[in-house]
């Protein structure tokens, strides 16, 4: 017999750790990310050591009940701990499921025929975009496999220039006289003037400016239609360029954009809930649907999301396709990046106060109630915990309060195996996009402003006008973001000398914190990498994008029966551009494209010294749209010289 042994607290919570590394070692190996029981396992595990770990936070580590600074502080931190936590849990929920519509597509396919092919009209919004911006969205557009399809270009501009550039092409060209409503007032005016029409579309597709559509982008969504009361299909959004937190950190080959957990992963199993939601552009809606409720809804900056509730109160409901069918440009700055997550932020405050408010008398279900409530709590908790988790330690460093008073073993029993847990479950799930020092970087970054909107669009939600996401400005050079840093600045200053103060002068901390203090300096020193790291990301890198442009490609072609050299000067998935070559619209050609093969293709328009084409893949080249694709995307995902007009526009 062996004797007994006989464990400290420190090294029974470190056997804790040991054993639930031991298993989530072994799960990988017997379950699936996407069968709907494993989920539900893993993520009802994650929530029953969250309630655990919260219930300890509660009875163990607040100080006690007073009118003193620690209580104050205790609880307030607890509070604010306990919102995030609750946001969690809701996403835990929504994530227990998943769901694949790509076989429903496939299975389904045409389902309207014998009758006639659906209208579609292609809505491309714009404001102040370069007529090569516009060109490749409407080219894109031209290109598309659907054999009714109509592009109307809703120019809020009023520009005279491009429309007669979409007169030359075939493009149906709106503007109106004033901007009233912004991006939802552009497409409702658009809608009052597809009305009128002999025959009005059957369905809708929105488009940003600067997201191009691949060539089944409507062959692909259309079938999801067959069910009558479906009035929106939402596609994810993916990018040309890299994110300002890729970019500024060197991360663009490693770490992806910021928004793919979300399209890849939430909306997926929001869908299988029943409530996916309206993302704005990539999306195609049912002309009677949106005809239904009186068009696009204007009491909200994220009239996106404000269109899916308006949908479904009308019982119509929105679908999603988790195929990459549209590609676009994310912000390039970083002042651009937290900009527009602030606004997104403000638009589901305001939806919060809207007439669809969670609490409104209307024919929303229970879970497209939780579905704002999830959303309104994830505005109002997320960032400002992360912002706190900075902030709360250095109460400690200069006046001695206790926010947490725990040991260490019983830290590692409770957070430990909760964190530990939680980290392989998110990473399991979306195959390791949860990387905790980036993601606290990424929220961090946006946690003031973002934080300043939430109560500013609860208790002021009037007023507020559409702040457009700029993407432009010099590139070419170093930009320190001043504005950004300084707070995180300022609170790494704060923390350092906190700290040092804290070790080397011991006698000067007020109260101590006896085992916690060891927490609270491991707690101190996490928060002053990830203060760091979000200092560098401050520092906007140049972005100089490689594109055919500035080194084209021989390469030969075949047109009106002539075989003749050529340069291709830019190429994406369905469009390329060449010079060197008299061409006549709407003939066909042929392309060699290295690495690729030879592809079809026909001319959408000429210049002086060539044109631009839209490409058609044939049996002589299969699959080459994946390979242009995969050859796009080796050259740092970036597109041809037509972006650098993209940081001009809004």
């Not at 009714?148 to 220039?161: A, H, K």
């Not at 067959?226 to 950190?249: A, M, R, S, Y």
Request: glycine letters at 6%; proline letters at 4%; aromatic letters at 10%.
């Amino acid at each position: 017999m062996f004797p007994p042994v006989y464990l400290s607290e420190l090294a029974s919570s470190v056997v804790q750790i040991g054993l639930v590394a031991g298993l989530l070692m072994v799960l990988p190996l017997v379950m699936k990310r996407d069968r709907t029981v494993d989920r539900v396992i893993l993520f009802s595990v994650a929530i029953v050591l969250s309630l655990r770990y919260i219930w300890w936070r509660f009875s163990e580590t607040l100080a006690p009940v007073g009118f003193n600074w620690d209580f104050l502080a205790s609880w307030s931190f607890f509070a604010i701990e306990a919102g995030a936590l609750l946001s969690s849990l809701s996403a835990f929920t929504i994530l227990m499921r998943h769901r694949n519509r790509s076989p429903e597509v496939t299975a389904v396919g045409e389902w309207w025929q014998p009758d006639c092919v659906p209208k579609v009209a292609m809505l491309i919004a714009t404001y102040n975009e370069d007529r090569e911006v516009l060109e490749r969205t409407i080219v894109g557009c031209l290109g598309i496999d659907h054999s009714s399809v109509e592009t109307v270009v809703l120019d809020d501009g009023r520009r005279d220039w491009l429309k007669l550039y979409c007169d030359d092409m075939g493009v149906r060209y709106i503007r109106r006289d004033d901007n009233k409503g912004s991006k939802a007032g552009n497409i409702n005016n658009a809608l009052e003037v597809l009305a009128n029409d002999p025959v009005p579309p059957g369905f809708i597709a929105v488009l940003d400016a600067d997201f191009v559509p691949h060539r089944n982008f409507i062959s692909r969504t259309l079938p999801l239609f067959h069910e009558p009361d479906v009035g929106l299909v939402q596609t994810p959004q993916h990018f040309f360029n890299t994110d300002p937190i890729q970019h500024n950190l060197g991360l663009s080959r490693s770490y992806p954009d910021e928004q793919r957990f979300f399209f890849d992963h939430l909306e997926p199993a929001r869908d299988a809930w029943g409530i996916a939601f309206c993302c704005g552009t990539s999306s195609v809606i049912r002309w009677t649907a949106v005809r239904d409720i009186g068009g696009f809804p204007t009491d909200s900056v994220t009239e996106d999301f404000m269109l899916t509730l308006a949908l479904q109160d009308a019982g119509h409901r929105t679908v999603y396709l988790n195929e990459a069918l549209t590609e676009g440009l994310a912000p390039e700055g970083l002042k651009e990046y937290v900009t527009q997550r602030a606004r997104w932020c403000l638009g589901l405050m305001q939806i919060a106060r809207s007439r669809l408010h969670p609490f409104a008398r209307s024919n929303l279900r229970i879970r497209d109630r939780w579905s704002v409530l999830d959303s309104v709590i994830f505005w109002l908790t997320a960032f400002s915990f992360k912002l706190a988790t900075i902030v709360y330690p250095l109460l400690y460093w200069y006046f001695g309060i206790i926010v947490v008073d725990a040991s260490i073993a019983d830290v590692v029993s409770y957070f430990g195996v909760y964190f530990l847990w939680l980290l392989f479950v998110m990473n399991f799930i979306s195959r390791g996009l949860i990387v905790p020092i980036v993601n606290d970087v990424s929220q961090l970054l946006g946690a003031i402003p973002i934080t300043r909107s939430a109560l500013t669009g609860l208790l002021n939600p009037h007023g507020h006008g559409f702040k457009v996401t700029a993407k432009g400005g010099d590139r070419s050079r170093i930009v320190i973001q001043w504005a950004i840093m300084r707070p995180f600045l300022i609170l790494f200053a704060l923390t350092w000398i906190g700290v040092t103060i804290g070790i080397v002068f011991d006698g000067l901390n007020y109260r101590d914190a006896g085992e916690g203090k060891t927490v609270i300096l491991f707690w101190t020193i996490y928060n002053m990498f990830v203060l760091a790291v979000t200092i560098i990301a401050c520092v906007e890198l140049p972005r100089r994008e490689r594109h055919f442009g500035d080194k084209p490609e021989r390469t030969l072609m075949r047109s009106e029966g002539k075989l003749s050299r050529v340069w291709l000067t830019s190429l994406t998935q369905e469009a390329a551009r060449v010079r060197g070559i008299s061409l006549t619209k709407s003939d066909d050609v042929l392309i060699s494209i290295r690495g690729v093969g030879d592809v079809t293709g026909r001319v959408e328009s000429v210049t002086a010294d060539g044109g631009m084409l839209s490409l058609s893949p044939d049996s002589q080249a299969p699959g080459v749209a994946k390979a242009v694709l995969r050859r796009w995307r080796r050259a740092q995902r970036v597109i041809d010289a037509t972006v650098r007009n993209y940081r001009r526009c809004c």
